[in-house]
C-alpha cells in the first residue's frame, strides 16, 4: 500500500509563475484534503474534495488558488501568479468515508518562490 | 474560530526521560482529538480521543483526553533519540459536517539528545 503520494516533493517557482501540486490517495480512499503549513505555523484547511466535487473549499484563498480531483488522475492543487508569501508545505491527506476524522497525509510538497 | 493551543513550543530532552505535551482547545461541537508525530515526511497518526478520562496507550507513548478542561497531554516514556519530531495536536469539530475539516495546533518540537 503506497500510501498518499505527492509530487513533486520539492517546487521553486519566480513571482508570476503557475504552481501544480498533484496529490494521489490512499488505494480505497475516494476522500481528498489539501492543507497549507506556513513556516511557524500549524497545519490550515484549505479545501476538502470528492471525486468530481469540491464539497468544502472554506479554507481557499479566494483568489488564484483552485483545486480538482477528477474521475481519473490525482488530485491537483493549482496556484496561478504564485507570490512569495505563497511559500510554503501544502500536505494532500485522504480518507476512506466521508466524516472520517483520522486522516493519512502525504510527505507534503515545498513551495517555494523566489 | 476554532482554536487548539500546544504547549511546550520546544523541548529538548535526555534519552530516557519522560515527557508530557500539552494541547488545549476551544472548539464548537466538539468531535475527535488527534495526535499526529511529524518527521521530515508525512505527518503520522498516533491517537484519536473522543472520550474523557480514557487512556490511550501504543507502546512507551500513551494519551488521554479532558472534555470539561478542553485539554489533552500526549505522554511518552523512556523517550529515545527517534522520538525526536513535531507532535501536532487536532481537533475536529461536528460543525464541519461531512467534512474532516481538522484543526491543527503549531506543534510541539522535541528533540530528545544522547
Known amino acids: 500500500n503506497a500510501g498518499v503520494m505527492q509530487n513533486p516533493r520539492h517546487l521553486v517557482r519566480r513571482r508570476g509563475q503557475e504552481a501544480r501540486l498533484r496529490c494521489s490517495p490512499m488505494?480505497?480512499?475516494?476522500?481528498v484534503y489539501w492543507y497549507r503549513q506556513l513556516p511557524e505555523e500549524g497545519l490550515k484547511f484549505m479545501v476538502y474534495?470528492?471525486?468530481?466535487?469540491?464539497?468544502?473549499e472554506s479554507g481557499m484563498p479566494k483568489e488564484r488558488f483552485s483545486a480538482e480531483f477528477p474521475k481519473e488522475g490525482p488530485s491537483i492543487l493549482r496556484i496561478q501568479q504564485v507570490v512569495r508569501g505563497d511559500s510554503a508545505a501544502y500536505f494532500c491527506?485522504?480518507?476512506?468515508?466521508?466524516?472520517?476524522?483520522?486522516?493519512?497525509f502525504g510527505a507534503g510538497s515545498r513551495l517555494t518562490v523566489l | 474560530e476554532d482554536k487548539v493551543v500546544q504547549s511546550p513550543l520546544s523541548l529538548v530532552v535526555h534519552e530516557g526521560d519522560t515527557v508530557t505535551l500539552n494541547c488545549s482547545y476551544e472548539?464548537?461541537?466538539?468531535?475527535?482529538l488527534l495526535w499526529y508525530k511529524q518527521e521530515k515526511k508525512a505527518p503520522t497518526f498516533l491517537f484519536m480521543l473522543?472520550?474523557?478520562?480514557i487512556e490511550k496507550k501504543s507502546g512507551r507513548l500513551s494519551s488521554i483526553l479532558d472534555k470539561k478542561e478542553l485539554f489533552s497531554i500526549l505522554n511518552i516514556t523512556a523517550t529515545q533519540t527517534g522520538d525526536s519530531a513535531i507532535y501536532l495536536c487536532?481537533?475536529?469539530?461536528?460543525?464541519?459536517?461531512?467534512?474532516?475539516?481538522?484543526?491543527f495546533g503549531t506543534g510541539t518540537r522535541l528533540q530528545v539528545t544522547l
Open positions: 474534495l470528492q471525486k468530481e466535487n469540491i464539497i468544502d
Open positions: 491527506a485522504s480518507s476512506p468515508v466521508s466524516g472520517a476524522n483520522v486522516l493519512t
Open positions: 472548539v464548537t461541537n466538539f468531535r475527535s
Open positions: 487536532a481537533v475536529g469539530s461536528r460543525d464541519t459536517g461531512t467534512a474532516s475539516k481538522l484543526t
Open positions: 473522543t472520550s474523557s478520562g
Open positions: 488505494k480505497g480512499h475516494s476522500h
